[in-house]
């Protein structure tokens, strides 16, 4: 065998092997081969931080067959992912079996790095005529990080379990993107309601052709103020007596640009936005949609695209959509993120002509890779068509000492927002709460016209608190600070959900109990760790490191020397935390004492507040309003003895109904 080719997956040496041919052996790693140990710190403080790295148990066999069929090669192709966990995973292989003695033999074969961005026959071809040697540089960058956060777990959750409660960790990002969520926690309770009234005009054309709304929005020049019910009665019943006049109409065209191509984020943020997918399965999707071909690699924070994308994207629009949605020149993005990869390229479709129709008949594909699939490709088409243009009209109107305001917008071109039919007036990167302003198409009206008043409404509203954080909207908010990469917003948000310190409701995250007091622990004994900016500045040292401006070594030195004297203070003067008991109102049917919650292994449970004379506890059902389909019970949430979360009948055991899908 002259050529063995390695990768990460199945899936993907599959794919490439269809490309390569049979001169070609592809074998998969199964992903790391070598980590630090779970069960030890495995990293030498003492020796410059030297990680120890082992071949997990369950990796063995897998590197015992790389390593013999390594043996027979004459080159090796290491073809895993191009970012710095594939350029770790690319070092580890080819220490393991480049060694001599591993291999009972003094030769070596000949060992390439090849890179590519998409698994296409142009992009293989390109990237095994051109290949290049292991970049030390990005290894030294992931290894810092992994170094980094092993320092960070194993110094400062065995503090937690003594000062807070047995069983908890904490991680160097996960602690920071918890304190969001528990601080804007903090100001939804902190923040009062306050009152306030709007008054809406219905107005109508003298000759009854037509009518609009209109916002009264002044008294006697100044802008008017409402806080309560009588004040707003009180204005209906004067603006009533008025006559309405138009006093001007305003109108301009308005250009809507393309958003650009995704990157890893913006595809997580409208993957929740419009399919109400989590940033965990949006990526895993999208590994299945690249591993096969389909996409370009899905970890990126560039806006970058190559030449012939464009070229692709621009003829296709110029054939299948028609010239007049083409601009006369090709679009070009630029990234926002100062450490962007422009090597890199944005998250698009490797062959823009092959739509998510053709995709049905894949083996294997499912509906959620179709719907994921038809975003990538409608994002990237439209990023390269002609901009929207808008008629925006507004018209200001008289009533004595009043002036109200109407406004509306008709669209002339529909430019990029023609591929996406029904939603092209809904497509945004905006994942805040949804503005629900009316929207309408205003009559043509002309300025010193008299108009009637059909009605007048006075609106009660209240303030509200700044809305919890959505994957999405955090997701955003990490980047904005410069906390996290692409590769880590997903395991993030997973994290700080299985720890149970937040839960999700109506796809909105909660900070538990248990992660409002870990975020105030940390934010009174290890504030530096918690704070936004060094977290940002510390990603900036790794991005340094993959750059090779600096040594990850001495890094990582200038934070642990501190960070392990603040460990040992904080152990001898830290008193343990009283965590705030979460009541039921429920007797333990036991002993009469009260039902509190606890958070166990596999989350929340029931335990009597009697604890340890009475031993009683139960599961918290947690119901998600859908009845059983055998006998018609309710269906609440349960979970496995592994903490994977199943949908089952409160009947049980006299009714066996489970599924890991919430039923319909």
Known sequence: MNNLVIVESPTKSKTLQKFLGSGYRVEASMGHIRDLPKSDFGVDTENDFEPKYIIPRDKKKRVNELKKTAQNAKTIWLATDPDREGEAIAWHISELISNPEAQNSKSRPNIHRVVFHEITEEAIKQAFDYPRSINIKLVDAQQARRVLDRLVGYKLSPLLWKKVKRGLSAGRVQSVALRLIVEREKEIIAFKTEEYWTIEALLEKQDKSASFYAEVLEKDGKKITISNQSQAEGHAEELKKLDYQIEKVTQKQVKRYPYPPFTTSTLQQTAAFKLGMSAKKTMSIAQALYERGFITYMRTDSVNLSVSAVSAARKYIGQE?????????????????????????????????????????????TRDHLRLYELIWKRFVACQMSEAILDQTSVDVTAGSYKLRASGSVIKFEGWLKIFGKDAQDVSEDTTEEKKSKSQVLPSLS???????????????????PPRYSEATLIKKLEELGIGRPSTYAPILSTIVERFYVEKEKKKLIPTNLGMTVTEFLLEYFSDIVDYSFTAQMEDNLDDIAKGERQWKPIIREFFTPFEKKIEQTSEVAQKVQMEIEHTGRMCPKCGKELIVRIGRFGKFLACSGFPECKHTESVEEKVNVKCPDCGGEIIIRKTKRGKTFYGCKNWPGCKFASWTKPK
């Not at 108009?451 to 509200?464: A, G, M, S």
């Open 447 to 465: 300025d010193g016209e008299m108009v009637d008043l059909e009605q007048i409404t006075p609106q009660q509203h209240f303030t509200q608190p």
């Open 321 to 365: 959509i028609g010239s007049k949605y083409l601009p006369a020149s090709p679009r070009v993005y630029k990234s926002k993120s100062k450490n962007a990869q422009e090597a890199h390229e944005a998250v698009r479709p490797t062959n823009v002509g092959f739509k998510s129709e053709q995709l049905k008949s894949v083996e294997g594909i």
